[in-house]
């Protein structure tokens, strides 16, 4: 069974480890443990029936939910099958630009939806020593208006959250902007740095959010678009019919009212992530950069690849490689914010491990 790019493969895990799927303790996805929440669980029972009728074509109860959440008009929301279907819509139309300038090390998703429509692609390394934030991005692209830009906040998989300032000159400059931010949720409303209340001031500007990662239910496959409605209207002829099943729009409807969910988060999380973040740096061959969410890029002084093969094998534990990160490669890897226990778990593995192979 051939490894994927993508954290969470816990079928391959499971056959490298001897193992059932159910005993692999799963850093390699930044999925929060906390999920999902009892009031979205219900939601789905209470539905059950409603798996005899076809969804409603234009989502009117989604989209009013996900407009109150963002005090937006419904009309500047496209909800789709995952944020991944929605960035193959947005990646046609940045094909159609000159060019697409990545902040790299990049999302593989990016690279895949962009290749897709054949998209002429620039990139641009961030400084991952955290010197500076965005890379100057307009020094060496003349004619920056016939260009698109795609990039995430908070960046993945670095963990970095950019500035609301350090991306507001580039809404005025490129054509297009995409910023993907499936993690921002994680951040309390004092934190983020979302640029949501901005896209009617800059149509040129759409946003990615996905409701998989901080409610716990990536298999429900759930995100949304947010954009001005001549875009939506567009990218909603291009796509097959009903992409949201009747079960994840209640899920969704149910997630969204449940604030006692979203703040239990953000206690969480600044706790969990400290204590993995002291822990990975008190092993002397590792290097955990400073993140802002529920992940964190660990740079390793031993095989990242043999690392991960060792902790399977013998701890029944899976951690992200960044293999399929070209910057990145067999020095780095990516492990997600799990509960405190886990994270303990960790980091005693990787003590173990690490003891006897010095």
């Not at 060019?99 to 002429?120: C, M």
């Not at 992940?295 to 060792?310: A, D, F, G, N």
Request: aromatic share 10%; hydrophobic share 45%.
């Amino acid at each position: 069974m051939g490894h994927k790019a993508h954290g969470g493969n816990l079928a391959w895990a499971a056959a490298l480890a001897g193992c059932s799927p159910e005993a692999i303790v799963d850093f390699s996805a930044s999925i929060s443990p906390l999920g999902p929440p009892k009031t979205v669980i219900d939601a789905i029972a209470s539905q059950l029936a409603s798996l005899k009728h076809y969804p409603d074509p234009d989502y009117t109860e989604l989209k009013l939910a996900l407009g109150r959440f963002h005090e937006l008009p419904p009309d500047w929301i496209l909800p789709g099958n995952g944020s991944a279907e929605l960035l193959t819509l947005v990646g046609r139309e940045l094909a159609q630009l000159r060019g697409t300038i990545l902040v790299t090390p990049a999302f593989g998703d990016y690279y895949r939806t962009l290749a897709a429509y054949n998209a002429k692609v620039l990139e641009f390394p961030m400084d991952l020593s955290w010197e500076r934030g965005l890379p100057p991005l307009l020094s060496s692209v003349s004619g920056s208006g016939e260009y698109g830009l795609l990039l995430n906040n908070p960046h993945n998989p670095t963990g970095k959250l950019f500035l609301r300032e350090e991306i507001l000159p580039y809404l005025q400059d490129f054509a297009l902007v995409l910023v993907d931010e499936a993690f921002m949720d994680f951040l309390t409303p004092a934190q983020e740095q979302s640029l949501i209340g901005l896209v009617r001031e800059y149509r040129n500007l759409v946003i990615l959010r996905s409701l998989t990662k901080f409610y716990s239910l990536p298999g429900l496959r759930l995100g949304y678009a947010i954009a001005a409605p001549d875009l939506v209207q567009k990218w909603q002829s291009w796509r097959d019919p009903w992409p949201v099943n009747n079960l994840a729009v209640c899920a969704a409807i149910a997630a969204l009212q449940d604030q006692e969910f979203q703040h239990q988060t953000w206690t969480w999380l600044p706790q969990a992530r400290n204590q993995l973040v002291q822990g990975l740096s008190s092993l002397p061959a590792l290097k955990p950069l400073p993140g802002a969410v529920n992940y964190l890029l660990v740079e390793s002084q031993i095989s990242t690849s043999w690392l991960q093969e060792q902790l399977l094998v013998k701890h029944q534990i899976l951690i992200r490689d960044c293999l399929s990160f070209k910057e990145l490669g067999d020095r780095y890897f990516r492990v997600a914010v799990r509960s405190i226990p886990d994270n303990k778990r960790l980091i005693t593995a990787l003590e173990s491990i690490m003891q006897n192979h010095l």
